[in-house]
């Protein structure tokens, strides 16, 4: 039985002070479930973060991670400098980091790999765009984002990872994928990796994101192939992040 994730994404959001009083509130509410909890933090709120989260449910990411091991690469963040913040979880391959900042399928694979190395979980995100929706090539642009992950690093990999299917159109626009929708590319990734390896696949947990709210979260985490949620701006709001939460318990 696999458990449900549920992983708030601040995207380049907060300060130190909404940093402390978030992780508190979150906390607060949490009780003693079967589902786990999250929160990808911006870098320099990783220190306060895993401060406020010491002994709790509430585990810990970042939103990013290098694709080199150290060096000369200005402005870059190790994972071995993640690990030394507790990081459980390293978002890699966002659309908006596809798309704003050129990060590559291959620089992805190699982020994957980087996490994997300090034994940080990676969250990969895959998703297509409208346009790529409405041209049929949903399935096809899946399957590219995945091969460059499972060239660099193998299906084993995937024993110590976490998929997140976000359709670009669904981030932060409000409009999210029916359950329907958002089910049948689930299990279209799950159907994948069960070609290579059956146990691996009934074992992996693929989220959804993509204007995910308190409303519409229990529907999707009731389809059979969504173990939970990557959640961006309804992770702002303890009430409502916890609400979600719930509704994957
Ligand atoms: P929204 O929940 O704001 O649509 O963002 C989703 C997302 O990008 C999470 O990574």
């Known amino acids: 039985m696999r458990r449900k994730l549920v992983v708030g994404n601040w995207k380049m959001n907060g300060s130190k002070e909404m940093t402390a009083s978030l992780c508190k509130s979150i906390i607060s509410g949490l009780t003693q479930t079967g589902a786990d909890i999250a929160v990808c933090v911006p870098y320099v709120y990783l220190s306060d973060a895993a401060n406020a989260l ?23 963040i190790s994972a071995a400098m993640l690990k030394e913040f507790d990081c459980t979880y390293a978002i890699v391959g966002h659309s908006e980091r596809r798309s704003y900042y050129g990060d590559s399928n291959e620089s992805v ?67 999210t994928a029916s359950d329907e929708q958002a089910q049948e590319v689930h ?46 701006g309804a992770s702002l709001d303890a009430e409502g992040f916890l609400k979600i939460y719930q509704a994957a318990n």
């Open 109 to 175: 694979a190699a982020r994957f790999c980087q996490a994997q190395k300090q034994d940080i979980l990676p969250i990969l995100c895959v998703g297509e765009t409208l346009e790529q929706r409405e041209n049929d090539q949903t399935f096809s642009v899946i399957d590219e984002q995945l091969d460059a992950v499972l060239a660099a690093a193998g299906i084993e990999a995937f024993k110590s990872a976490v998929i997140a299917y976000e359709p670009v159109w669904a981030i932060g626009t409000g409009k």
């Open 187 to 232: 299990k279209y990734i799950r159907e994948r990796f069960a070609k290579q390896n059956p146990e691996i696949a009934s074992q992996l947990q693929i989220l959804y994101g993509g204007s995910v709210k308190a409303d519409n979260a229990k529907g999707l985490f009731a389809m059979a192939d969504i173990d939970g949620g990557l959640i961006g």
């Open 54 to 76: 010491k002994g709790t449910h509430l585990q810990l990411g970042s939103q990013n991670v290098a694709d080199q091991t150290s060096g000369a690469y200005t402005g870059e």
